[in-house]
């Protein structure tokens, strides 16, 4: 819903419409997060051009985004997508066949995202992420944290929901690692950039 949001206020008056990429077929995850956005959508009149799966894999969400570009030259406005992974195969196509960036959902699973939008965003006014953040390393010390309270016989509640910021075009640029590979991901987590580095680089 926050990022429906977000991106019907980006493309509200724009003529053309916006594509959706989701993760595998039949994922339930997907499944979730499309019906709340297609509610956001339909109430706020954002046209969609089409949903596709590109597996939360860049290369396959770059080759879908390129023949989602053939299919409609210059009405894509917005990109829904539920991981950085198609996010920034979809931007990456766009600029590949000669258009701006525009704006785009996803999550911070994706430190090439981040890279590709400090890189570029100056260039392109267009370029806006909305990006909701689900770091490992605070989901892991969470779940941790309450599978040892299970296993010393204290209660401990059925649902646990962490509450993340909004990652967007002004708090980019504090989460961002360019000194490690792309696929690197605990924004914002427990993970300093000190960890990150040690883990990774």
Known sequence: TVWATWLAA???GKPGGIVALGGT?????????WA???KVFKHDGTKVLSFQYADWEPVVAKSTMASLISAYPKQITGVYADGGQNTIGAEEALIAAGDDPVPATGDTSWNGLLELWMKDHSKYPNFKLALL?????????KALGLALS????????KVTTLSVPLVDDRSIPKYVQPSLPAGVVDAPGVL???DLRKLFG
């Open 10 to 12: 980006q493309v509200k």
């Open 25 to 33: 077929p039949g994922n339930s995850y997907t499944a979730a997060d």
């Open 36 to 38: 709340c956005a297609l």
């Open 133 to 141: 953040p689900e770091p490992p390393g605070t989901e892991a010390q």
């Open 150 to 157: 299970i296993l010393e016989g204290k209660q401990v509640p």
């Open 192 to 194: 300093t950039s000190a």
